[in-house]
């Protein structure tokens, strides 16, 4: 039997008759009549159980009769020889035969997978295969990766007209035989002898046969780690697979971390440590990576895509979210785009999809509306001057002759700065700065070097205790700005001021967008509540107010939100009734 299955756009061929062939008789006539035939994953004899058949949702005996010794022996019979990694496979096909032996090394179990050509299963990567940049493909076993790399080399070689040899070490991307699979094109491929030999094999794919691509299956120990590298180095694209799900286990990993760079221990200066507000020890990437590109293959079609591995793992070696694509299609072939949070997926904080999501709190009750501009503007007025005043009696208190801490209202383009504001943090997360000048589109750009800056923005406990940033400053004629703590609040206030924007004391709608972690409507309904009980409750008339029971991440934001106000909260009660309590200033 010959199928051409189409799903979307995607094309699956395979020759299952060829495999049942090789089963006992009675197994093969079960099969033949099985409604699922077309989606058979695997077949699973083992010595003294009944036989099973795997499919995508769940497995299921095919007989009542325990397999026997002689049922092996004939499937084996008409396999025939098994490799140095116990698989064989039937000539010019794609399935693979993978056996369980005994201490003796006799044969006692068989798995007999079906390999399927799918035509068009990497339309999601599609634009990033022809930037011929070098792919790692990641994911659990039969998730679909040696599929993927099948398609990828048939796309590299008959449509892109590239040079690709595929190193296949247990012939199971081009299939067994000398002549290989037509799912690879004009793809070429070179057999491995024993897989120990695969590094080996690779280095003389590059030096023997001139590829300009390299397609290689399950890169797994520290050789060929490294002739990947050599290989990667030599200009040639490369596109593999790695044992492990994410990128995070390969960082784990000390055998194939060289593939994302590896990582070695960094001992920061003091002054550096406190520039980054973290430890003098950290971990950082020690190299370019080997693959520009990772990809990680959750489902069948949901990928999560890793456009720059080096960006990556600097950002999770900096105990930062990443922010990588999520690439979806759909049953039409439709392919779709976004940035999600990997947190809040695993976590499982971001609301189901196609779930509508109901208004709740106050909002939707119709008993709160905005409060007048004018009073709101009034109100933060008078503690923005509270503020200033303890600001500048801090200032008296410093040393007037290294001190040049200027104050909220002292403009920083009086020297003829032109925009963008270069900005050297100091003791700040860059974290919450760049999200704050992302949100707001503030023309600011942060810099490492101070002699570039225009401005310093530091926590006010370093200033007070580092004379010598200060004499800097002061000789170079460049502003300080302080902040109390390194909070979103507390940065936004501060850098609107030194771009002399509006006083920021009850936030703009778009402002919401820096308290929200996700956007989701659950979140923007608990920040709207809360804005509108300080608003309409708080403020103007000096009550304090308790909040609708939520989630401890969404009363982070609130709290963060209620701090903008220059207001205090607390939570209080058990979960999963706990809620904030806003008090008034």
């Known amino acids: 039997m010959d199928e051409n299955l189409s799903l979307g756009r995607m094309q699956i061929t395979d020759d299952l008759h060829q495999l049942l062939a090789v089963l006992p008789e009675s197994i093969r006539t079960t099969l033949e009549q099985h409604p699922k035939l077309s989606i058979l994953v695997e077949v699973v004899m083992d010595l003294g159980r009944y036989p099973e058949a795997r499919f995508p949702d769940g497995a299921e005996y095919l007989s009542e009769i325990p397999i026997t010794r002689a049922d092996l022996q004939a499937c084996v019979d008409r396999i025939g020889s098994f490799s140095g990694d116990n698989r064989a496979g039937i000539e010019r096909t794609l399935h693979r035969i993978s056996c369980l032996r005994n201490r003796t090394g006799e044969i006692i179990g068989l798995t007999c997978r079906v390999g399927r050509a799918v035509y068009g299963t990497i339309n999601m990567i599609r634009d990033l295969v022809e930037t011929g940049k070098s792919i790692l493909m990641l994911g659990r076993p039969g998730v679909g990766k040696t599929t993927a790399l099948r398609e990828i080399a048939r796309v590299l070689a ?53 590829p300009e691509v390299i397609v290689i299956d399950e890169i797994g120990t520290e050789l060929e780690a490294l002739a990947a590298r ?72 949901r990928w999560v895509v890793h456009d720059s591995v080096a960006e990556m793992v600097d950002t999770l070696l900096r105990n930062r979210q990443p922010t990588p694509q999520i690439r979806t299609v759909d049953e039409a072939g439709k392919v779709s785009i976004v940035r999600e949070l990997p947190e809040a997926l695993k976590n499982g904080l971001m609301p189901p999809p196609n779930v509508p999501q109901t208004p709740r709190g106050w909002r939707s009750s119709g008993r709160m509306a905005p409060m007048p501009a004018t009073l709101a503007t009034n109100a933060s007025q008078a503690t923005l001057e509270a503020d200033l005043g303890f600001a500048q009696l801090l200032d008296r208190n410093w040393d007037d002759d290294e001190a040049i801490i200027h104050s909220a209202g002292t403009p920083v383009g009086a020297n003829g700065e032109e925009l963008p504001l270069h900005v050297y943090p100091y003791g700040i997360g860059r974290d919450e700065l760049e999200q704050v000048i992302e949100v707001l589109n503030l023309p600011v750009v942060l810099t490492k070097d101070m002699g570039s800056a225009d401005a310093v923005l530091a926590l006010r406990t370093h200033i007070k ?121």
């Not at 502003?479 to 936004?492: A, E, F, R």
Request: no cysteine; aromatic share 2%; glycine share 6%.
């Open 158 to 210: 008959d449509e892109l007209g590239k040079r690709v040899v595929i190193i296949d070490t247990s012939n199971e991307i081009a299939g067994d035989g000398d002549i290989p699979h037509s799912a690879i094109g004009r793809a070429r491929r070179m057999q491995v002898s024993r897989p120990e030999l695969q590094h080996q094999v690779m280095i003389e794919a590059v030096e023997n046969h001139m």
């Open 230 to 301: 050599t290989i990667a180095e030599r200009g040639v694209q490369l596109v593999g697979t790695a044992h492990g799900n994410r990128l995070e286990n390969l960082l784990k990993n000390p055998t194939l971390s060289d593939l994302i760079g590896g990582i070695q221990a960094v001992t920061l200066g003091d002054d550096e440590a406190r520039r980054r507000a973290s430890q003098k020890t950290v971990l950082e990437r020690k190299s370019p990576p080997t693959f520009e590109i990772a990809v990680e293959m959750h489902e069948r079609h």
């Open 465 to 585: 205790n580092h004379s010598k940033l200060r004499q800097i400053s002061k000789v170079r004629q460049v502003p300080i700005y302080s902040v109390k703590s390194g909070t979103i609040p507390q940065i936004t206030r501060t850098l609107r001021r030194m771009l002399h924007m509006d006083d920021p004391g009850i936030p703009e709608a778009d402002d919401m967008r820096l308290f929200a972690q996700n956007g989701s409507d659950d979140e923007v309904e608990a920040l709207e509540e809360a804005r509108l009980a300080v608003e309409q409750i708080v403020i103007p008339n000096g009550q304090p107010v308790e909040l609708l029971p939520r989630s401890s991440y969404v009363r982070k934001m609130q709290h963060e939100l209620i701090e903008h106000y220059r207001l205090k909260s607390a939570s209080f009660g058990e979960e999963p009734n706990r809620r904030l309590r806003i008090f008034p200033a």
